[in-house]
């Protein structure tokens, strides 16, 4: 028997781009892969009847339809329905994530966000070629979405330093949260409560993120972005489905913290010289009413400050509400320099006496 028939996995990849197929074809060379190139669903389709491939890297949107996915979709089913067994791992820019968690309802078992790391394409090559336990299990594939839609614990800038904490009350969580840097001067942030619970809460979760990611490097403000969340969720969700958000940009050559609150918990702001603020709302939810309106405020910011949003999780651990309690920890903690405000309150989140819910923090230290 061939060497190659024992100890190389062969991969389809199918994209109508050129580039990114020879992108591919020499990263999977790399890695020790064998690969067949694809541009077109029709020759896709040619590929998947000739041979067994241990994988298949899916682009879902091709020259007929460019925006969509729905010709993406339809060659995924066809692909799935003709070899079952065999791991299908999609494509997608990030203001189409909606798009990879339809795909993974209709069979995919996981996807790559476009502009693709290599690390991270043969990471899910290297663990879906090799049949990881799991990874049918509908729970599992949400909880490896958002894990990939939230940000890292750590995230330093030459301006501001982020902390990021998140524990979800069950297998999967309802929490939003986003760090996003934008043109090296301005850093945009957003924090939100999605309703409901499960797949459902995480699916809505997902959208919410590609809401904001479609529009975010076009750095329009944060009463826009929410008008555009809005919409968006307002015409693709039932009535019921709906989020809290605060998303706030800061803009380093003014010094100024431009948010919109949207019916969210309020953020707690500490200042260098003791003060604490809370960011109130500013408008309502997102998802409810199709024509509400946003508000917007403006706030200066100065070396040291702190500011640490989070989901209502954490007001709702404590007995008696939470929201004082939160104020006073944040000013005591950020007086004593601590570098670990999330860790902090999320340990006495699980030692409190009130509900049990997601619990997510985020916190902004501004340089």
């Known amino acids: 028997m061939p060497l190659e028939a024992v100890a190389i996995r062969r991969v389809l990849v199918v994209d109508d781009f050129p580039d990114v197929l020879e992108a591919m074809r020499l990263l999977l060379k790399g890695a020790g892969y064998a690969s067949d190139l694809a ?17 298949v890297l899916l682009d879902m949107n091709y020259a007929r339809d460019t925006t969509s ?5 339809a060659l995924l089913e066809r692909i799935h329905a003709a070899r079952p067994g065999t791991p299908i791992i999609v494509m997608t820019a990030w203001s189409t994530i909606e798009l990879a968690v339809r795909a993974m309802q209709r069979g995919a078992r996981d996807f790559i966000a476009k502009p693709f790391e290599n690390e991270r394409v043969i990471e899910l090559l290297d663990r879906h070629s090799a049949g990881a336990p799991g990874a049918d299990d509908p729970i599992a594939m949400a ?3 958002q894990r990939r839609l939230l940000p890292p614990a750590r995230l330093r800038t030459p301006f501001a330093e982020c902390s990021f904490l998140s524990r979800p009350a069950g297998e999967i969580g ?6 996003v840097p934008i043109r090296d001067q301005q850093l945009a942030f957003g924090l939100g409560d999605v309703s409901g619970k499960g797949i459902p809460a995480a699916l809505l979760m997902s959208s919410l993120h590609a809401g904001v990611r479609s529009r975010i490097q076009e750095t329009p403000g944060p009463g826009e972005i929410a008008r555009t969340v809005n919409r968006l969720l307002c015409g693709s969700t039932a009535p019921e489905n709906y989020a809290t958000l605060f998303f706030g940009v800061y803009d380093k050559p003014s010094g100024l913290l431009h948010y919109a609150n949207c019916g ?11 003060a604490v603020t809370e960011l109130a709302a500013t408008g309502t939810v997102v998802g409810l009413l199709e024509n509400a309106d946003f508000g917007e405020q403006i706030l200066r910011i100065a070396s040291g400050d702190r500011l640490v949003l989070f989901s209502d999780g954490l007001p709702d651990s404590q007995p008696d509400g939470g929201r004082d309690w939160i104020a006073r920890s944040v000013s005591m903690l950020a007086a004593a320099n601590s570098t670990s405000i999330p860790e902090a309150l999320a340990a006495a989140a699980a030692g409190g006496t009130g509900e049990i819910d997601d619990v997510t923090i985020l916190e902004v230290r501004f340089t």
């Open 39 to 55: 541009a077109s669903p029709a020759s896709a389709m040619e590929r998947v009847f000739e041979r067994d491939y241990d994988l």
């Open 69 to 73: 996915g729905e010709e993406g979709i």
């Open 143 to 145: 909880r490896r979405v």
């Open 174 to 179: 309802g929490d939003y949260c986003d760090v």
């Open 264 to 274: 969210h918990v309020p953020g707690v702001l500490w200042r260098t010289n003791g």
